[in-house]
T-cell receptor, first 114, second 111 residues
Framework: SAVISQKPSRDICQRGTSLTIQCQVDSQVTMMFWYRQQPGQSLTLIATANQGSEATYESGFVIDKFPISRPNLTFSTLTVSNMSPEDSSIYLC???????????FGSGTRLTVV | QKEVEQNSGPLSVPEGAIASLNCTYSDRGSQSFFWYRQYSGKSPELIMFIYSNGDKEDGRFTAQLNKASQYVSLLIRDSQPSDSATYLCAGVNTGGFKTIFGAGTRLFVKA
């Protein structure tokens, strides 16, 4: 299965600022997914990033708050904009495994907003 | 809202025992189900997937699916302390475009 390099692994940010999270995949993938995992909570899908088109956002998530770039088939970024303490969470990127047998996840970004 | 429900635990079992993790889902059209293991501070790792009713075995792990009851389970035989983690159940929704994750069950295996 694909190997994903995600960075930064963690950051502490001031409220009102923005953080961009990067994911690099070692193979070409059509779809990449961005999830949020709040403490003790399930994984919540933020958006699906397809190369060459706008990202598709889930209910409750908007492009102005979580802009996504997908410049090629191996790379994507998620920006968390105008951060507030409520944005403190773990953010994960993922790609489908071969034959769509589940997902492979990046190592995650632990974000704390103060 | 389609959901996947899990008991948050913690579930505590002694080393060598069978750990039984359970999951129910509300989307009757879901066809594919997955179990992920997530160690503290780490990202989820796929350990089992099941598409058909019945049992699927892989080493010490057995996944069970009952579509009529909308129930998925994971059995871990000969539990080891290294199995201590949170186990996430996930199902792919009708149409196959979205994976819904449960909140996870924390498992502790006592040495």
């Amino acid at each position: 299965s694909a190997v994903i390099s995600q960075k930064p692994s963690r950051d502490i940010c001031q409220r009102g600022t923005s953080l961009t999270i990067q994911c690099q995949v070692d193979s070409q993938v059509t779809m990449m997914f961005w999830y949020r995992q709040q403490p003790g909570q399930s994984l919540t899908l933020i958006a699906t990033a397809n190369q060459g088109s706008e990202a598709t956002y889930e209910s409750g998530f908007v492009i102005d708050k979580f802009p996504i770039s997908r410049p090629n088939l191996t790379f994507s970024t998620l920006t968390v904009s105008n951060m507030s303490p409520e944005d403190s969470s773990i953010y994960l990127c993922s790609v489908p495994r071969q034959a769509n047998y589940g997902y492979t996840f990046g190592s995650g970004t632990r974000l704390t907003v103060v | 809202q389609k959901e996947v429900e899990q008991n948050s635990g913690p579930l505590s079992v002694p080393e060598g025992a069978i750990a039984s993790l359970n999951c129910t889902y509300s989307d009757r059209g879901s066809q594919s189900f997955f179990w992920y293991r997530q160690y503290s501070g780490k990202s989820p790792e796929l350990i089992m997937f099941i598409y058909s009713n019945g049992d699927k075995e892989d080493g010490r792990f057995t996944a069970q699916l009952n579509k009529a009851s909308q129930y998925v389970s994971l059995l871990i035989r000969d539990s080891q302390p290294s199995d201590s983690a949170t186990y996430l159940c996930a199902g792919v929704n009708t149409g196959g475009f979205k994976t819904i994750f449960g909140a996870g069950t924390r498992l502790f295996v006592k040495a």
